[in-house]
């Protein structure tokens, strides 16, 4: 069976830090990675997600993922926070098979402040 | 625009009674999910549906039901058998039917009370 471990439930960083948001996962199958951010009373919204080939995924607000393999992790980062970026953020994963629901980790919230 | 509503926003609820969550997508998706959100517990899937006719119970279905008549409805209904129902509500939607990734898109959902 699929898990998804969020080794972090907050990370507080000031404003203009670097932040790391990490995830490990464990499946005996090959998966595709996903990562979610979700604003206070808000749905989920797509930040990137992995599907194959490059193991350094971009995505949007200037968030980056690395997919690595031996290591069954799939990091977040950013170079430089805003405050803006303050939100929970969610680690997921899923099978190869089409419709299939998402395994979720149980978030980090990230507090950026001044 | 293409995308989730989820009606209503706030809900709620007496004990004992059963409630009904609205959950619309015009997206033309396939496959649609119903997850509930408590704090520190991140998302748990409740049930699923791949087509229409069709659902799937998820990791905690108990205490809920669905109905998928349509292809862009798929309502949730949270009986008085579901022992602690206060939480957020999230519905989500994907293409399906053709293997390869799908990415997960969800509505803003309905946190429901019981009072």
């Known amino acids: 069976a699929q898990s998804v471990t969020q080794l972090d439930s907050q990370v507080p960083v000031f404003e203009e830090a670097p932040v790391e948001l990490r995830c490990n996962y464990s499946s005996s199958v090959s998966v595709y990675l996903f990562w979610y951010v979700q604003y206070p009373n808000q749905g989920l919204q797509l930040l990137l997600k992995y599907l194959s080939g490059s193991t350094l995924v971009k995505g949007i607000n200037g968030f980056e993922a690395e997919f690595n393999k031996s290591q069954t992790s799939f990091h977040l980062r950013k170079p430089s926070v805003h405050i803006s970026d303050t939100a929970e953020y969610f680690c997921a994963v899923s099978d190869h098979q089409a419709g299939t629901a998402l395994i979720f980790g149980k978030g980090t919230t990230l507090s950026v402040s001044s | 625009d293409g995308g989730i509503t989820q009606s209503p926003k706030y809900l709620f609820r007496k004990e004992g009674q059963n409630v009904t969550l609205s959950c619309e997508q015009n997206?033309?998706?396939?496959?649609m999910y119903w997850y509930r959100q408590d704090p520190g517990q991140g998302l748990r899937l409740i049930y699923y549906s791949q087509i229409v006719n069709d659902f799937q119970k998820g990791d905690i279905a108990e205490g809920y039901s669905v109905s998928r008549e349509k292809k862009e409805s798929f309502p949730l209904t949270v009986t008085s058998a579901q022992k602690n129902p206060t939480a957020f509500y999230l519905c989500a939607s994907s293409m399906a039917g053709n293997p390869g990734p799908d990415t997960q898109y969800f509505g803003p959902g309905t946190r429901l009370t019981v009072l």
């Open positions: 997206l033309n998706h396939d496959a």
